[in-house]
């Protein structure tokens, strides 16, 4: 069962007295929002703004939409961070899933107990019951450690592109149990730590080995560099949401592409999709420095579309190096 804390969107609303409120949130929580913008109705009499586009992350946040809109106030719901406030008027408001991890967990145990000593980590669903359940292990003899926080991720979460608390103590444990079902984290936790990653699911209860769907990641990400070095026109794709807006970074590509010989055309996007990247004819080769996820995590193009970690590796190769573990970083940003 999902719980969202809308007692602190209300408390907010009080406290500030907005005329106007947005509220976002991911795919899977958007059914909640209609009846939650009810209610504030109902209760303060204000207009409500329900974000109809799809939120990936606190990188996606609506800060920017907000103030176009006139909403004083902006609530993101589902993305648990270190902190309660990004920009000036976005408010992170949690929502955890209470479903039992303990059948999940029984199955588990015989899998996990060849493991000397395991790092446990989970995403903002279920951050709530990582201690519980670091303990159930720890009852039936399996050795648990829960990694400390970094940037915004608090003790024992990841992200999809962020992954402090499992990259600093990779050298401490002998494999990975990500708490929930989630290709993208349990592929982001297995190909930047380098060691074997488990995701529990706790709905299907059973253990899942991510290891031939990480390789699988990995060999087409390494494969789009290897394309990637034969192209002469690449298009620089700038990431217009307010977390993943980074001209610092896009411009250093450009200027180490053309030092290398190589055309760039500067492009700025919200969602990088094959049928927005269609329309360049002449590019052989794009660079996206929005969201790893793209370029890593099974989407299809017809080009290569390279994430900033690949984009590293690119260069190194065109400067004769040899490609190392380009993936095995705490983040992918």
């Known amino acids: 069962m999902i719980e969202i804390d809308e007692n602190k969107i209300f408390e907010e609303i009080r406290s500030n007295k907005p005329r106007s409120v947005c509220i976002s949130a991911p795919d899977g929580l958007m059914i909640y929002l209609e009846d939650i913008s009810s209610r504030i109705k109902k209760e303060f009499n204000i207009d409500v703004f329900i974000m109809g586009d799809s939120c990936y992350g606190s990188c996606d946040s609506t800060n920017f939409e907000a103030k ?6 902006a609530f993101n719901i589902g993305h648990t961070i270190s902190f309660e406030k990004l920009g000036d008027r976005t408010i992170m408001i949690d929502a955890f899933d209470n479903i039992d991890f303990e059948p999940a967990v029984k199955k588990s145990i015989d899998a996990l107990k060849k493991f000397k000593v395991i790092g446990m980590v989970t995403f903002s669903q279920y951050l709530h019951q990582i201690d519980s359940i670091k303990k159930k292990f720890e009852e039936n003899g399996v050795q648990v450690i829960i990694g400390k926080g970094g940037g915004q991720l608090q003790d024992g979460q990841v992200f999809g592109c962020e992954f402090y608390p499992a990259f600093y103590i990779k050298e401490s444990v002998d494999a990975f149990v990500v708490l929930g079902n989630s290709n993208f984290h349990g592929i982001g936790v297995s190909l930047s730590s380098g060691k074997p990653t488990f995701m529990i699911d706790p709905y299907a209860e059973e253990i899942i080995d991510v290891k031939g769907v990480a390789e699988d990641r990995e060999k087409k990400a390494i494969l789009s560099i290897s394309k990637a070095r034969y192209a002469e026109k690449f298009g620089l794709i ?9 001209t610092k970074k896009l411009l250093s590509v450009k200027r180490r592409l053309e030092e290398r010989g190589k055309e760039v055309q500067l492009i700025a996007m919200r969602e990088v999709t094959q049928e927005r990247i269609s329309y360049f004819k002449s590019i052989d080769a794009f660079i996206q420095t929005s969201c790893p996820r793209v370029s890593i995590d099974g989407y299809t193009f017809n080009k290569p579309v390279l994430s900033s970690p690949q984009a590293e590796a690119l260069l190194d190769l065109l400067d004769g190096k040899e490609l190392d573990d380009f993936l095995v970083k705490p983040h992918w940003l």
């Open 238 to 246: 700038l990431g217009l949401k307010e977390g993943q807006f980074d």
């Open 68 to 73: 176009r809109i006139g909403a004083e106030l």
